[in-house]
């Protein structure tokens, strides 16, 4: 269906939300990038044209849109139907644990189950007063080294990833949250290129899509840099490397906590004596284990 002659969605912010919530779920897409249903999804472009916070929700659905803000609603609307471009790419801002994130298409947008650990001080699996070193290994939007920061500021985080690209916006998001000080960015591969030394918390949601399956994705993953999903024929390749450097780097006690989503059954093959612990979170989400340095 053609969007670009489509009439103007609704004035009052309820009502657009509602109309453009149907015109999505008609339209089939397919979700996971910052929401997972076309109602989240819809709100998230009408409070955007309409330069709302949503910490007004839901007192602003009764708030109107001008007839700027509607046409310009109507060109995000066209792009997320015809182009399949995930919302958060449009409005440029999504949030983990809690916390505002600046994207664009240089990073994955963030969606990790890891966010639930992090607010919890990945408690009870360490002791919050031994975290003072940590490392976010594929850092991306710098999502996860930042939400780390959050939740335990005596601690300094190392933000490290291969695209020089994701490190810019990963500094964009290091100084909209004032974190100059503690989480530095650092370019590195893996484990090669990171600063001296052990950390207490090794966290990773890296790359774990085998490459076959990559093409397969739904449009709105082929927005995001092929970097980030692919890894290799198995889906395993970044996964080996973090359990093969882990000992040299981690503290005693210190914890490696992974994400390989769908993969998980591959891992637990291919490394069947060490000692996962598969976590399992409250509000959804899988595919993550952690293991302990004793």
Sequence with gaps: MAMTSARLPPARVGDAIASLARRLTRAGLAYGHGTDNPVDDAAALVFHAGALRHADAPAAYDARLDLTQRRYLRTLVRRRIEERVPSAYLTGVTWFAGHEMRVDSRVLVPRSPIAELIVAQFQPFIATRQVRRIVDIGTGSGCIAIACALAFPDAVVDASDVSAEALL?????IALHGLQGRVRPVLADVYEGLPEGRYDIIVSNPPYVPTADVAALPAEYHHEPALGLDSGPEGL????????????????????VVEVGDTDE?????????????????????????????
């Design 237 to 256: 390749a970044h996964v080996r490397r973090l359990l093969a450097g882990r000992e040299a780097r981690l503290a005693p006690g210190g914890i490696l």
């Design 266 to 294: 591959a891992v637990a093959r291919a490394w069947p004596d060490l000692p996962f612990l598969w976590l399992d979170f409250e509000h959804g989400g899988g595919g993550v284990f952690l293991l302990r340095m004793e």
């Design 169 to 173: 916006v990963a500094r964009e998001n």
